[in-house]
């Protein structure tokens, strides 16, 4: 991994790498333990550029994508605060844009496949689903991807994030010929899964990944 010098990070890292080492004693801390500490720090502090895919993450590390995950899941769990759905849908959407994130649209144009190798994504996501639809997480989660209705997911997109809904909506009221009619969707659906089948139902140039994401403000 090519390393440049930044006083002010290096110095955070040493500081919180010996805090952590140290805690239980000098030489206590197993290899797994430091091997999670170690990534967690130079992926926090910016020493691994967030926009890199996998494969070039791991390719600069010299360890497999299954070793990577495996750190990933590590490290989330030992992080004092866990990510939260918000949190994990926006960096679902900058994940998704930089293709960091795959996503595409199965051939029945009914469900999406995400391939998702963030393991604190992947939960947070179907959990989101499955507070929308009451359906078990685990239902949605399949190995590294993650597979759900298209509807179900442009709901979790339009419940926790603010401004992926006011896209979303601004996008429908420009393809229908009477944007009122939106309006009246929003005003009157009882849940977002509600209101985003309606939408799309009322706006039929809605139906592929190619315009769903832009419509929430997703540029890929």
Same mark, same amino acid.
């Given at each position: 991994? !090519? ?15 010996? !805090? ?10 197993? @290899? ?46 030992? $992080? @004092? @605060? ?27 144009? @009914? ?17 989101? $689903? ?38 979303? *909506? ?14 009246? *969707? ?35």
């Amino acid at each position: 991994m !090519e390393y440049s010098v930044n006083e002010k990070r290096d110095s955070i890292f040493v500081q919180q790498f010996l !805090e952590k080492y140290l805690s239980l004693g000098f030489g206590v801390l197993p @290899k797994s333990e430091i091997d999670t500490l170690v990534f967690s720090l130079i992926t926090d502090l910016g020493y691994i550029d967030s926009s890199m895919r996998e494969n070039e993450i791991a390719n600069e590390l010299h360890i497999t994508e299954t070793k990577l995950s495996a750190l990933r899941l590590a490290a989330n769990a030992r $992080a @004092k @605060k866990p990510q939260s759905v918000e949190e994990s849908i926006a960096e679902l959407k900058t994940r998704i844009s930089n293709g960091s994130i795959k996503i595409y649209l199965q051939k029945d144009n @009914k469900n999406v496949l995400l391939s998702v190798p963030y393991p604190h994504i992947k939960k947070n996501l179907a959990n989101a $689903a499955e507070d929308i639809t009451g359906y078990p997480a685990d239902n949605y989660l399949n190995s590294r991807k993650v597979e759900m209705p298209i509807s179900v997911f442009c709901a979790v997109l339009y419940k926790n994030d603010e401004q992926a809904r006011n896209e979303f *909506i601004k996008t429908a009221k420009k393809d229908v010929k009477d944007a009122a009619k939106i309006d009246e *969707i929003t005003k009157n659906g009882t849940s977002p899964l509600e209101i985003v089948e309606n939408i799309l139902g009322a706006a039929s140039n809605l139906a592929t990944i190619a315009q769903l994401l832009p419509a929430f403000g997703i540029i890929k």
